[in-house]
């Protein structure tokens, strides 16, 4: 595999994972709020939002996770170009 493919790959994944923080965080914030028509927004149903309600939202260290992922893939990439 070429390094420009790998590369687009990792960015894609980059990408994903901080759009995902980026929505597990909105909903943590609009959960906090009790703002229903935020997650409504974001696409949630209300069975869904009912059940992030129960569990307070989305847990922290899914969010931790995904962002040292996102750091791990940057390491990465910064080797692969050297």
């Known amino acids: 595999m070429s390094k420009s493919i790998k590369n687009s790959a990792v960015l894609a994944d980059i990408s994903r994972l901080e759009q995902a923080n980026a929505m597990m965080r909105s909903v943590n914030h609009a959960i906090a709020r009790d703002d229903i028509g935020a997650l409504e ?28 992922l996102i750091t791990r893939l940057l390491k990465e990439g910064d080797a692969d170009d050297q």
């Open 41 to 68: 927004a974001l696409g949630f149903t209300h069975p869904h939002i009912e059940q992030l309600k129960c569990t307070g939202g989305f847990r922290s260290t899914s969010i931790g996770q995904n962002s040292r």
